[in-house]
């Protein structure tokens, strides 16, 4: 077996490094999917778990330019969109695309202007807004839903609006928590020291 | 004499609570005990698993229900072959792990360890122990998604069993539908339990969905009830996938 610093592994490991970061990204992404659907005792509040598509969307679009931020808003939106709405109804549903692409792209703005700190706090709070923000979107297009003649007797606009608090807050509350443990792994892993070594 | 007194003197304490325990042995033997048993059972009180009979029985209960109703399913049967209507429920079922939730909390869905290789298809119908759980809408060959009853956008058609009332049920995302009835004035009350009705399109006449829990009859534009589902919709962990009727 080869010493990790013969030249083969040297090759190598010269060979995958521009990818590295790439690589941890679609990584975390995978991951994020996963866990989408889990109900862990101590990771969901009410059966709502952490949107973890969001926290990963977040860690992007912050230090990106807002056009790279607005298309991996989109690109994600149209996953959650995958994961989540069946077959039969697409179409007739509020997508994730135009919450997604709005977040991705205030949070690349934010961070342009410099107006947070990257911290353990302000990432958490960051996502706490988003996903806020995220949800109300989602609020809004079963509103103009519930407007339209066709279903006006299914969608009820007090009832969204009663839920959207619930699932707003919970979802803001567990989301931001549980940000700090996929963006610090993310960020640490984009720039490490290898990078900076003569 | 003498020794006779001085034994007496000596041990008359002692004879008089022999004979005491004597007589309370022959009262305690000819009561069987009775009163032993009551003691032992109060003090074991707090070490007696008190459900376990209430279990036992109500299992013998579910068991004769359960008989009960296979008896009554073969009649129905029967009787639609008579007259030559079509099973309500396809032959064909599967039971299938609850193996996810939703990745969204807009939406109510589960995902179960069965997909298309299984032979499932999207509009199979999904039931739990208690009634109906929802539909299949997506497969793939080794999973599948089922959209809830509890989903606000999944609407199945009921009937109130005892009344033949007609309506419509909605999920609300939690536990609860609402029923919003046909009629102007239908004949329903709190405790009346709920079923598929035969002009539901999506689901097979007869599956039991739950509970009327409150009725609502001026609510406009129709009298509307909220209903409990029967399955335990929050906790399920298996169901039962029936093939597309």
């Given amino acids: ?198 | 004499m003498e020794a006779v007194r001085r034994w007496w003197d000596r041990y008359a304490g002692q004879l008089l609570i022999a004979l005491f325990a004597l007589i309370l042995a022959i009262a305690f033997r000819y009561s069987n005990g009775s009163l032993w048993l009551e003691i032992y059972q109060f003090l074991s009180r707090p070490w007696q698993s008190s459900h376990q009979q209430q279990l036992v029985v109500e299992e013998a209960k579910i068991r004769e229900l359960r008989y009960r109703i296979l008896e009554l399913e073969m009649q129905n049967n029967q009787l639609r072959q008579m007259i030559s209507l079509p099973s309500t429920l396809s032959t064909q079922s599967t039971w299938a792990q609850v193996i996810g939730r939703s990745a969204d909390a807009w939406w109510q869905q589960v995902i179960i360890s069965k997909g298309s290789r299984d032979g499932i298809t999207a509009g199979a119908i999904a039931t739990g122990a208690g009634g109906l759980v929802g539909r299949i809408t997506d497969t793939s060959p080794h999973s599948s998604r089922v959209l809830l009853i509890s989903d606000p956008s999944s609407s199945v058609g009921v009937v109130v069993s005892r009344s033949r009332a007609l309506g419509i049920l909605r999920g609300q995302s939690q536990g609860t539908g609402v029923l919003e009835f046909l009629d102007r004035d239908p004949d329903a009350k709190v405790g009346d339990s709920v079923a598929t009705s035969a002009f539901s399109t999506l689901y097979p006449e007869g599956l039991p969905v739950g509970r009327i829990r409150s009725i609502n009859l001026n609510h406009q534009p129709a009298p509307e009830a909220v209903v409990d589902f029967s399955a335990p919709i929050p906790a399920l962990e298996f169901v039962k996938v029936y093939a597309r009727p």
């Avoid at chain 1, 999917?33 to 778990?49: C, E, H, N, Q, T």
């Avoid at chain 1, 807002?66 to 077959?87: F, K, R, S």
């Avoid at chain 1, 996502?127 to 339209?148: C, K, N």
């Fill in chain 1, 1 to 198: 077996m080869p010493a990790p610093n013969s030249k083969p592994v040297k090759r190598l490991l010269n060979l995958i490094r521009p990818w590295r970061g790439l690589g941890m990204l679609v990584l975390a992404l995978c991951v994020c999917m996963l866990l989408m659907p889990l109900r862990l005792p101590g990771l969901a509040i009410g059966d709502i778990a952490p949107n973890w598509l969001l926290i990963w969307l977040v860690s992007f679009s912050l230090n990106r330019p807002v056009l790279v931020a607005v298309i991996m808003g989109m690109a994600i939106g149209l996953v959650h969109d995958a994961l989540t709405i069946p077959q039969e109804l697409t179409g007739s549903v509020p997508s994730h695309v135009w919450g997604m692409m709005l977040i991705s792209g205030l949070t690349a703005l934010l961070q342009k202007q410099r107006y947070l700190r990257e911290d353990f706090i302000s990432v958490a709070l960051i996502v706490f807004g988003m996903t806020v923000i995220a949800e109300t979107a989602i609020a809004i297009q079963w509103s103009l839903l519930s407007f339209d003649a066709n279903f006006a007797r299914k969608y009820d606009l007090g009832q969204i609006w009663t839920q959207q608090q619930r699932i707003a807050l919970v979802s803001a509350l567990v989301s931001g928590l549980w940000a700090p443990a996929l963006h610090f792994p993310l960020t640490r892993l984009r720039i490490p020291q290898l990078d900076n070594r003569p």
